[in-house]
């Protein structure tokens, strides 16, 4: 199998990665997007003999270039473009849960800072702000009161990019001081771990604990669904414990696993690179009936 990987940094969670499918044999085309032009009519010549390519890009709009690249060229790319056009975007990710009809924090979305802090009034205090693309837990912000509200909705009203001029608002989910990320292959959990803190912001990137986190039947349930309803791949699903139930507040397409690595037992690296080699396997199945 010969595999693309498209990054910009080589983090752990790529080294996992490379020493698996290298330890397997497999020929690895390291593609630096930073390095890599893309043309419009036809594949650069060291695509040509990719089986399949493994998007790792740092960068939100490289990602969703370079997918979209792929798949002009014919060459399967994990995660779909569609699958990253969804996750990468807090609103598009919560439509498509809703829509879904997977359990997920109520959210309302505002374009102008009073309509804002409408629904911010609606909701009542606590409640959250959130940046409709962004990572690892940052400008998020947990309002606590009116002027807090006004003083942050200004400050996202003066920056320059217009995705700050849009208003991701969601309930405060009153979770018990922590939350759960489950990676799943096409919807089928590998691991999963609770991720503590003290602080309401519980992501690993922020310093929360990690420990390993069996899924139930109702928690992998809902992990195939929110999966389904991104369009499936290598994803990262996070979910909240609620006197109800689960809810699933966001799903992650170029999803991280190092704290999963070091939390778990599970050969989180071999276990992908075993779907990996199915992905690929079956692509080419399908391009032999197609040209039958």
Known sequence: MQVGILYSRI?????LLLNELRERDHEVEKIDVRKQTFDISEAPEAFAD?????????ATSRSLYATQFFEAYGIPVINSHETADICADKVKNSLALEQAGVPTPATKVAFTKETAMDAIEEFGYPCVLKPVVGSWGRLMAKIDSPDAAEAILEHKATLGHYEHKVFYVQEFVDKPGQDI???ATDGEPIAGMVRSSDHWI??????AET??????????ALVQKASDAVGGGLLG??????EDGYTVHEVNHTVEFKALDGAVETDIAGTVVDWLEQKAAAAADDELEVSA
């Open 11 to 15: 983090r752990k969670d790529e080294k």
């Open 50 to 58: 990719l089986d399949i390519v493994v998007d790792r890009c740092l």
């Open 181 to 183: 990320r489950v990676l």
């Open 202 to 207: 519980t992501n690993a990137a922020k310093g």
């Open 211 to 220: 420990d390993v986190f069996e899924p139930d039947e109702e928690a992998k």
């Open 237 to 242: 699903i996070d979910l909240m414990e609620t």
